[in-house]
């Protein structure tokens, strides 16, 4: 069973809290975080929860969006501004490619959204595992953070109503993936000898699982295989011929 939370980052105005915790009422999620919330959470926060007091109240402060990452298996980012085509950082799906993978899968998902008036930086997008945006006019894209989280809620709550529920299988663990995309960074630099290359391409395997359905036994196939060819070219390569193709750009 998929498990959800609501993460703010930075909040502005508390108003916007409360009609957070408001749309997260309607559709069933009960976790909020609040990292570094700039606003105090006072009447107005309140009057605008409604009968999504409870969520409020029981919100949970976090000090950084790193802190929050270790505690979920799925982390996706917001943005209103879609990357340019070969932007990996702000490479995004819609929120019905989103709500499509975490119907078939459980595990903790946490769903991130960005300030109201400079949203998520591009480090902080590069915490998440994936990035969703929601098409809009392109000229005036970037919706209010409450409306974007009730969007985002209502596509995710239409795709987990069905009334016939089938097992699901697990995802991996924030464990799980953190092992297989160092080795992913192992065996890019056993390869090219690149930091930025080798970043680029845990960067990319990141992006690509958080867009597809991963399962955990995926990802303990894919561990298995990049372990297994780092170690066998780790043992190889005091050969010439290795180190000849190593030297090359």
Known sequence: MVSLAVVLVEPLYEENVGYTARVMKNFGVEELILVNPRCE????????????????????????????????????????????????????MTPERLAEKVSKLGGKVAIVFGREDRGLTNEELRFCD?????????????????????????????????????????????????????Y???????????????ERAVLIVKRFLSSCLTTREDVRVLLGLIRESYDRLSRLGTEPHLKARRAQP
């Open 130 to 182: 994936g990035v969703v945006t929601i098409p809009a006019n392109p000229e005036y894209p970037i919706l209010n953070l409450s409306h974007a989280v009730a969007v985002v809620l209502y596509v995710i709550f239409r795709e987990l109503r069905p009334e016939v529920k089938l097992p699901k299988p697990s995802m991996p663990s924030r464990e799980e993936m953190m092992v297989l995309l160092e």
């Open 184 to 198: 992913v960074k192992r065996l890019s630099l056993l390869l090219w000898s690149s930091e930025t290359r080798a």
């Open 41 to 92: 959470l006072g009447i107005e926060a309140v009057k605008r929860a409604m009968h999504g007091r409870d969520v409020l109240e029981r919100a949970r402060l976090a000090s950084s969006l790193d802190e929050v990452v270790k505690t979920y298996d799925l982390v996706i980012g917001t943005t209103g501004k879609q990357g340019k085509k070969f932007t990996q950082t702000r490479r995004f």
